[in-house]
C-alpha cells in the first residue's frame, strides 16, 4: 500500500510528465474490484475528464491530488498498486482501474490492490470527503513541529490508552504513515510496537519525533520503499530494516535475532533487545 513517501514521489513525477498536458480521453476500469471506490458512473467521469487540463498535484497523508482543469481534481488515496505514466505507443496494460490518455496519446493508468479510492471531485469537494475532511498535519510539513507533536500526545494521553504502533498506524493521527514505515519508526525509536505512548519521558518523545521525521523524510528521498513502485514502474531506493526478510537474522545494532509478533491488525517486526 502506497504511504506518504510514494504518493510524494508520484505527485513529484506527475508535475515533470503531466503538468499542462490535455485529456482526450479518461476512462475508469475495466476490472471489477470489491473494495474499490468510484464517484462517477463511466459515462460521467468521460464526459467530466474530456478537455481539461492537467494542473500540478500534490500529495497530503495517503492520498493524491491531481487538478483537472478548469473546475475538477482527481483524487487517488488509501491505495495500493501502480500508478504508470506511458508514452505514446506503448502498449495498453489487459487490466487497469483507471485510464487517461492525453492529446498527445502518451496515457496514465492505475490499478489498486485490496482497496482504494479513485474518485473526480468539483474542486473543493474532496475536502469534504471522509479522511481527507480535517486530516491532521504530516511529517512532511513544516508546521510538523516537536511542539506540535507534544501536543498530540498530551491529547491522545488524555482519551484512551494507545501504544506506539497504534499512534503510527491508527485513525490516521499521523497522516500519511502506515504498518510498514512504522516498523523502521520504532526500531529508530528503540520502541517497543506495545510500549505505551503515555509512558514515553521527555527524551523518548524526542527520540521518536525525530524518528517519525528521519524515517520518512528518508523514505522520500530515495523514492520510496523497494516494494513500491515510481510513475516509470521503478521501484523505490528505501530498504526497510525491519520487515519480513528480517525475521530470524541478526539486528542491525546490536546482533539479537529479529522477531516478529501480531498486533493491531498486522504484522510486528522488532529487536528484543532494543526495543524492550
Known sequence: MFELPEFVTLAKQMNDALKGKTIQRGQLGNSPQKFLWYNRSHEEFDQLTKGKTVGEARAKGKWLFLPLEPGYVLVLGECGGKVLYHNSGSKVPKKYHL????????????????????????????????????????PIEPEFTFTYFGTLLDDLTNGKKRSAKALLTQDQIIPGLGNAIAQDILFRAHLHPRHPIADLNTDQRHTLYSAIVDTVGEVTEMGGRYDEYDLYNNPGGYIRKMDKNAVGRPCPECGAEIEKIQYLGGTCYFCPNCQQ
Open 99 to 138: 485510464y487517461v490518455t492525453f492529446e498527445d496519446d502518451s496515457f496514465l493508468t492505475a490499478t489498486t490492490q485490496m482497496w482504494g479510492a479513485m474518485e473526480l471531485y468539483e474542486k473543493g469537494e474532496e475536502q469534504k470527503r471522509q479522511y481527507i475532511m480535517g486530516m491532521k498535519t504530516t
